[in-house]
């Protein structure tokens, strides 16, 4: 529903800058939002992420009192929909050198990102990190998995439609991989009904309850 990006398009404030957009309920994208002067900067922003807890924005940045080159920044979303002051993630990720598209596991345990260091293989490369202290966040991760009949293939138009039961607001509308995988993230304490879909009929629903005490948890689901 909501989708972040980076554009030097006239306007921002040097360099390239971070943008939102939002989905309309007729489907359409809004304006482009500039993030202001909080995020951006008269440098160039780059590599945004926002995590699946909808409030940790992970961008790279040549200003914020880099270390050198982008360093890896982030900003908390609060209850405004204000970002906070970026955090500088600091050393041994951050380097005097280029340090940039850093993007997390849903569960905050793992994170990857591009980086010039020595050792490397040349120019950037990618580099895993484990944070072994790092809290889970608040997610609840929906896999699955559709399964033809024996001799038969997938439909091509399968959907996904997800529902808040309480509301009847459409939560996201997703599609599967070819081999039939699906994955959505599923925000905690709240009951959805999930509506699978092809041909444009309803072949298969669903009712989840994510619980609100959950901090990261994976359900798993075949069809």
Do not use: C
């Not at 909501?2 to 554009?7: D, G, M, N």
């Not at 590599?47 to 050198?68: C, E, I, N, R």
């Not at 993007?103 to 994170?111: F, L, M």
């Amino acid at each position: 529903q909501v989708l972040y990006f980076v554009s030097n398009r006239p306007g921002g404030f040097g360099g390239r800058d971070i943008y939102r957009v939002v989905k309309l309920p007729n489907g359409q994208w809004s304006k482009a939002l500039n993030l202001g002067p909080i995020i951006n900067t008269p440098y160039d922003e780059d590599g945004v992420f926002m995590h699946p807890d909808g409030k940790t924005l992970f961008f790279a940045s040549k200003g914020h009192q880099s270390m050198g080159g982008f360093d890896i920044f982030f900003s908390i979303l609060d209850e405004d929909r204000k970002f906070s002051e970026p955090f500088n993630i600091g050393y041994p990720i951050n380097t005097p050198d280029d340090d940039v598209f850093y993007v997390t596991s849903p569960d905050g345990k793992r994170a990857y990102y591009s980086s010039f260091k020595e050792g490397g293989y040349g120019d950037k490369d990618i580099y895993m990190i484990t944070i072994p202290e790092s809290s889970e966040k608040n997610v609840v991760v929906y896999k699955g998995k559709f399964i033809p009949s024996n001799g038969e293939t997938l439909p091509d138009d399968i959907t996904i439609v997800v529902t808040d039961k309480e509301t009847g607001d459409i939560v996201g509308v997703y599609r599967p991989q070819k081999n039939g995988n699906f994955v959505f993230i599923l925000k905690p304490g709240k009951e959805y009904n999930i509506s699978y879909e092809a041909n444009g009929e309803k072949f298969y629903e669903d009712e989840i309850y994510a619980g609100k005490d959950e901090t990261y948890k994976e359900l798993g689901k075949e069809l």
